[in-house]
Each structure stands twice: as structure tokens, then as C-alpha cells.
């Protein structure tokens, strides 16, 4: 009688028929992952489900048929095959119906489908369907093909070679057009299900991280409103949640107005947040959070000079502009990897003209935002007054201060 065998090993029968067991080494407390002999027949269902396991695009590959007929399928094994020269590819099932469609057509368009696209998977999975893109918003790829509404990116593609593997075919498609959409969250095949991709950094913070801070500020409003009266401004209150600053609470400026900032979302990285910096270890993950590699060496100054001023102080420069429309699209809640990288690589840009000298303070440039810390409830916070709907003048700077640091040491 054969030995048993052991929990975590993975079992493949062999041409014979005779069962045979191999191991892999696993963490203390996890079970093995299965593994096929070369030459042996896997158990197609265990194999299938940990193959899934590595997570995958969901696509949907258009053309049009020499015939004029639209044809489509859904495919999960997307891959970039070469850069120079441009080449894609993907595995179809040999056996689909769409499939032999589709390969009598020279030229594809992949389409990288996104979150809100889970509908759609299921009617292009449909088999026997005829015109399943009927109904489906498209527009038109540079050669004339459809392109699905909504996606995250898209190729268009011609024929450059195929081959049989298996079960499936190879396709490689040369890239002759292309688009992406950094905001677009990618649809995601994962363990038998599909889904969006979130990274950690990419997640919105938690519900329980947020509501204590805005409770707490909530129970300073009338101080806040005061002191936005006061100023004829809007006030901003930032604070940090994980590695990130967001505009929790805004008086003086009705929230619907173009102007305000509330709800603006930022990581927690070169130039912004430079006052709620504390000790040494948090300036150099502060630091490596820079997408500027050059002239680094400089912000331990900036920051020292903005705790001596007792404020944090931007003057307006020309790469505001595309960052504020960055900030604005990340803000929303479009939080891809791509999109954050972006807004990164636009607050970079600003840098310079973040916690200038006296001398460039005075040299007649507008003021961006001038920020002061606080404490409320145990919460650090900025209070913040910017330049975008009302021109802080230098000369005007040193009252704001003033002010804020007064409202600052009042907050409870």
C-alpha cells in the first residue's frame, strides 16, 4: 500500500497512472504550493487554481471581420512582449468560437478594461453570441477598429506572428497605435474573480483614521470661522493621515466654490507638509518620497528656515497650474499608481519656490499658501491660507503669520 502523503505536498499522476509526490518548502504555518513533474499529468483544476493566483488584466481584444462583422472576446493573459520593437501579445483558448474569428482579421486592438467594465466581461464572454459589442459605447482606433468606452488603455495592433502552445495559441501584435488613461482603475482577474487594484498607497484612508480628526476640528469651528472673518480669507485645515496630508475642514469659502482646496488629498513628500516634520528619520522618509533626486541636500535648511519663520510659506510659480489639475484628478479618487507617480513628479516641480529666503520673499513674487502648525485634541495640524481666489502680497505675509500662529496657540 502506497505511503501517504504528506499535508502541503502536491500530488501529479504519472503517463503510468501511478501517483508520485514532491514537495516545495513553505513558511512554518503555510501550506506548500503544488508542483508538476516534467512529463507528468497535473491534477487541472489544482494547477488551474494556482495559476490564478497570480493576478492578471482582464482585456477585451476588437476587430473587424473581412466580412464587416465586429468580433470581440475577453482574454486574461495580456502580456508586453518587446519594447524595440513595439510588440503585445495574448493567450486565446484554441478552442473559442470568437477566436477563429478573430484570427482571420489582421489587425486587433487590445482593450484594457477597467473597473465598472464587470457587465461588460460577462455579455463578451457570452459564447454563441453574435455582435456582442452591440449596445457597447466604442469609438474608432486610428485604423478604423473599436475601441472600447471607458478603458484604461488601448493598442491597435497588426498581425505579427502566432503559434500553438498547448490548449492556447500565442498572438503578438506589433503596436502601431496607442493610449492611456492614468486616472482609470484597471480591471484585475484574480483567484476566479475580477476586480479593481488598489494599491496601499492608492486606498483611500480609513473611515476610523479621518472621523477623529474631523470631529476634533468640528469642535473648533467657531474659533476657525473667527479667524477666517478676520483674515477675509478662506482657512484650511490639513492634517496627516499615514503618509499623506488632506484638507479635512475649510472655512470662509463656500466648499463648492472653484477656489477652495477642501478635500484636496497630498502625499505627505517634498515640498508640502514640511512643519509637521519631527526628527531626523522622518525628514529622510520625507525626503525619499521626492521624485527630484538633485538638490536634496537642500531641504534640511528649508525646513529649519520655515520653523524659524514659525511658517511654512509657497510663492506662486508657472508648475502650479498643471498641478493643481493633477491634484484636483487625484483628489477625486482616482488613485492608480500612474496618476500618483504623476502627481509627484508636478509637486517636484515646485519645490524651488517652497520656503524661500527673506530675500525671495520680498523680491515682489505673489504668495501661494502660507501655513502655520497647530494642535487640536491631540491632533498636529496646518492651518493654511492661500493665494488662489484672493493675491497674498508679500508685504501682507508677515499679518497672516501673525494671525495664524495667534489662532494656532488659542486651539485646543
Excluded at 514532491?22 to 504550493?33: E, F, K, L, T, W
Excluded at 501661494?368 to 508679500?394: F, K, T, W
Aim: glycine share 10%; charged share 20%; aromatic share 6%.
Amino acid at each position: 500500500m502506497a505511503a501517504p502523503v504528506p499535508r502541503g505536498v502536491g500530488v501529479v499522476t504519472t503517463a503510468s497512472g501511478a501517483a508520485a509526490a514532491s514537495a516545495v518548502a513553505a513558511p512554518a504555518g503555510r501550506a506548500a504550493s503544488s508542483l508538476s513533474l516534467r512529463g507528468a499529468r497535473a491534477d487541472g483544476g489544482a494547477l488551474w487554481s494556482a495559476v490564478t493566483h497570480a493576478p492578471t488584466s482582464v482585456c477585451a481584444i476588437t476587430a473587424l471581420h473581412p466580412d464587416g462583422e465586429a468580433v470581440s472576446m475577453v482574454v486574461g493573459t495580456f502580456v508586453s512582449v518587446s519594447i524595440e520593437p513595439p510588440l503585445i501579445g495574448f493567450f486565446p483558448s484554441a478552442g473559442s468560437s470568437s477566436y477563429a474569428r478573430l484570427r482571420e482579421c489582421p489587425t486587433f486592438v487590445v482593450n484594457v478594461l477597467a473597473h465598472g467594465h464587470e457587465e461588460l466581461v460577462r455579455v463578451l464572454a457570452t459564447k454563441g453570441a453574435s455582435d456582442k459589442l452591440a449596445g457597447v459605447g466604442v469609438n474608432s482606433s486610428p485604423g478604423g477598429l473599436p475601441i472600447i468606452d471607458g478603458v484604461a488603455a488601448w493598442f491597435e495592433c497588426s498581425l505579427a506572428g502566432s503559434m500553438s502552445l498547448g490548449d492556447h495559441d500565442f498572438i503578438v501584435g506589433e503596436v502601431l497605435a496607442f493610449e492611456a488613461f492614468a486616472s482609470v482603475v484597471p480591471l484585475v482577474y484574480l483567484q476566479g474573480s475580477i476586480g479593481s487594484f488598489r494599491t496601499a498607497t492608492a486606498a483611500l484612508p480609513s473611515e476610523t483614521s479621518i472621523v477623529p480628526v474631523v470631529r476634533a476640528i468640528e469642535a473648533e469651528r467657531p474659533a476657525l470661522d473667527g479667524l477666517a472673518s478676520d483674515l477675509g480669507r478662506e482657512v484650511v485645515v490639513f492634517a496627516r493621515v499615514g503618509d499623506e496630508l488632506i484638507a479635512v475642514a475649510s472655512v470662509g469659502e463656500e466648499p463648492n466654490r472653484a477656489t477652495s482646496v477642501l478635500g484636496r488629498r497630498l502625499p505627505f513628500a517634498p515640498p508640502f507638509g514640511a512643519l509637521l516634520i519631527d526628527g531626523d528619520s522622518e525628514l529622510r522618509d520625507w525626503l525619499a518620497r521626492s521624485r527630484r533626486s538633485e538638490r536634496l541636500e537642500d531641504w534640511p535648511d528649508r525646513v529649519e528656515r520655515a520653523r524659524e519663520r514659525g511658517a511654512s510659506v509657497a510663492l506662486v510659480s508657472q508648475p502650479h497650474g498643471a498641478f493643481d489639475g493633477v491634484v484636483e484628478e487625484f483628489s477625486r479618487g482616482s488613485h492608480t499608481p500612474h496618476l500618483r507617480r504623476q502627481l509627484l513628479a508636478a509637486m517636484s516641480e515646485l519645490e524651488e519656490n517652497y520656503e524661500p529666503d527673506d530675500g525671495a520673499l520680498h523680491s515682489g513674487a505673489a504668495v501661494r499658501s502660507v501655513q502655520v502648525r497647530g494642535r487640536i485634541a491631540d491632533v498636529d495640524v496646518l492651518l493654511a491660507v492661500h493665494g488662489i481666489s484672493q493675491e497674498i502680497s508679500p508685504s501682507q505675509c508677515e499679518d497672516i503669520i501673525a494671525q495664524l500662529a495667534r489662532a494656532a496657540a488659542q486651539l485646543r
